[in-house]
C-alpha cells in the first residue's frame, strides 16, 4: 500500500492529482551508535520514496507541521488551520492544474474529432 496513491489515482483516471505532504524537516545527523546509523538510513529512505511518490501530484500542499510530534494528538485544531492556511496558499495553483485538465480534455476531444473526419472522408467518401 502506498502512503501517497498520486499514481493509483492517476491510473484509476483522476486528471488531477493534488497532495497533501504533513513531512517534517530532517535534523541534522549527529552520528552515535549503529542504532542512530540505522534509524537515519531508514529515514533517508522514507525522504527520497517520499520525494519519488511526490512527483506524481500535480499540485503539493506542504502545511507546516515541524512544530508537532506524530504521536501528538492533543492540539488538532493547530494542524487543521496549517493544512487550511496551506491549501489557501495553494489554490491558484490548484486552479491552473485544473485548467490545465480542461484544455487538455478540450484539445484531446478536438483532435479525436478531426481524425474521424478524415477517417470518413478518406474511407467512406466523405459521408
Known amino acids: ?10 491510473d ?5 492529482i493534488i497532495s497533501v505532504d504533513v513531512s517534517r524537516e530532517t535534523p541534522r545527523f549527529i552520528g552515535g ?9 531508514d529515514a533517508v ?6 520525494d519519488l511518490l511526490l512527483a506524481d501530484a500535480d499540485v503539493l500542499i506542504h502545511p ?10 492533543s492540539g488538532p485544531r493547530e494542524l487543521f488551520r496549517a493544512g487550511e492556511k496551506a491549501a489557501l496558499e ?8 485544473i485548467h490545465k485538465a480542461a484544455v487538455f480534455r478540450k484539445t484531446l476531444a478536438g ?6 473526419d478524415k ?4 474511407f467512406a467518401g466523405g459521408k
Open 111 to 116: 483532435r479525436f474529432k478531426t481524425i474521424k
Open 64 to 73: 507546516d507541521v515541524d512544530g508537532c510530534q506524530w504521536a501528538d494528538f
Open 90 to 97: 495553494s489554490l491558484s495553483a490548484i486552479r491552473t492544474a
Open 12 to 16: 484509476m483516471g483522476a486528471q488531477v
Open 119 to 122: 477517417f470518413v472522408e478518406t
Open 45 to 50: 529512505t522514507r525522504i527520497y520514496l517520499n
Open 1 to 10: 500500500m502506498e502512503c501517497l496513491p498520486a499514481r493509483s489515482a492517476k
Open 33 to 41: 551508535s549503529g542504532l542512530d546509523i540505522i534509524l537515519r538510513s
